[in-house]
């Protein structure tokens, strides 16, 4: 019986992440999408660029340069100044002298009824000038001088209400820097994927484009202000559907973060992404659950068997498990180093075969602490 329920396990955990590998995440690996490369400036429609910001002094001395060199000529920069007690406040009166198409707004405090990041970019938008609005983080960089150019073009031209892009993070020594590398192309994966099967679900604020008008014509985050989090990714879950998103699958539309550099921080920005989750919609929780209860199923099952025909010295049975173990390991690289090529134009980690394994215990014990948690923060 034990034999039996292991195979169960091991076989319907297979099964699941060969759909999900093959056919879902090998929509992004295997795409024949083709990026964008002379998006057409038949609506050079007016951009604003929103980015809340506390304490970001040092992020923000680099980042607004860097905006002002945008290859579009439609587009002015709003800083939305939350709370900050550094000299970002100094720092944007200086920087507006030389740029004439940044403008900040300050927030002094936050009603106690809201979340600080929801309120700091409806503040934002409210008074931003133009329609179509592109959402990133102060510490993040554009990829490209045609960042702001094709992030924007599926809202511009293709009446799209939501445009979809890829950040990513800065690719640095060590194995923390791998992990996060590795989760992020996963998470990436979900959401590009589903998406380019018209069936978008989540987004990351880092690099985020929707009309003002929509916004205001939901009410902003209604039903979502008492949620820490969520300002991007439950904001799409909410309202991002087949007909009226896109996804920008192209290297120059992407922003790159500067990543965590020690566990407790990298820790801390996880339990606040994966408390959001649970918010999702049913049908969009099953999209991931499927994925790492399946997962969680093949490693089970596999490691089970090994040790079973280990100990029987049933080698021939425990070469055929170690086979299919290696098979997908095979797969798991493959697919992560054409989707990573695809999404960012750069390979993946040799090692993803160990952080796939590894992810067995991140998901379900992070997921569940970060499920319970009550003191997620933005900053």
């Not at 102060?138 to 979809?164: G, H, L, Y």
Request: hydrophobic share 45%.
């Amino acid at each position: 019986m034990g034999l039996f329920l292991l195979w169960l396990l091991f076989g319907i955990g297979i099964s699941i992440q060969v759909v999900y590998l093959l056919f879902i995440f090998g929509k992004t690996a295997f795409s024949s999408t083709k990026t964008n490369s002379s998006v057409s400036d038949k609506n050079l429609e007016g951009v604003t660029v929103l980015i809340a910001a506390h304490n970001e002094f040092q992020n923000l001395k680099v980042l607004i340069p860097k905006l002002f060199e945008q290859d579009y000529e439609a587009f002015d920069v709003m800083i939305v100044n939350d709370r900050s007690t550094d000299r970002t406040k100094r720092l944007l009166e200086e920087m507006m002298a030389i740029y004439p198409k940044l403008r900040s707004v300050t927030i002094k405090y936050t009603p106690n009824h809201v979340t600080s990041k929801k309120y700091a970019l409806t503040l934002g938008i409210n008074v931003a000038k133009n329609d179509v609005i592109l959402l990133t983080d102060a510490d993040c960089i554009p990829d490209s001088n045609q960042w702001i150019r094709k992030m924007t073009a599926p809202v511009r031209e293709d009446q799209k209400t939501f445009a979809i892009g890829f950040s990513g993070y800065a690719q640095k020594s060590g194995f923390l820097n791998n992990w996060i590398q590795f989760e992020t192309i996963l998470t990436a994966l979900f959401y590009i994927s589903f998406g380019l099967w018209k069936k978008p679900f989540m987004a990351v604020g880092r690099n985020l484009c929707y009309r003002k008008s929509f916004f205001m014509e939901v009410k902003a985050f209604k039903g979502l202000w008492h949620i820490q989090g969520g300002d991007d990714d439950l904001f799409v879950n909410q309202y991002a559907n087949g007909k009226n998103a896109a996804i920008v699958l192209d290297p120059a539309a992407n922003t790159t973060s500067f990543p965590k550099e020690n566990r407790k921080d990298y820790l801390i920005q996880k339990k606040r992404h994966l408390h959001a989750g649970k918010y999702y919609a049913s049908e969009d929780k099953q999209k991931i659950g499927f994925f790492s209860f399946s997962h969680a199923l093949f490693w089970i099952g596999g490691i089970g068997l090994l040790i079973y025909f280990g100990l029987a010295q049933s080698w021939e049975h425990f070469l055929v498990v170690f086979g299919i173990i290696l098979l997908r390991s095979i797969l798991v690289t493959i697919i992560f180093d054409k989707a990573s090529k695809k999404i960012q134009g750069s390979n993946t980690s040799k090692t993803i075969w160990l952080l796939d394994f590894l992810y067995l215990g991140y998901f379900w014990i992070l997921g569940t602490i970060s499920h319970q948690s009550k003191d997620i923060q933005w900053k």
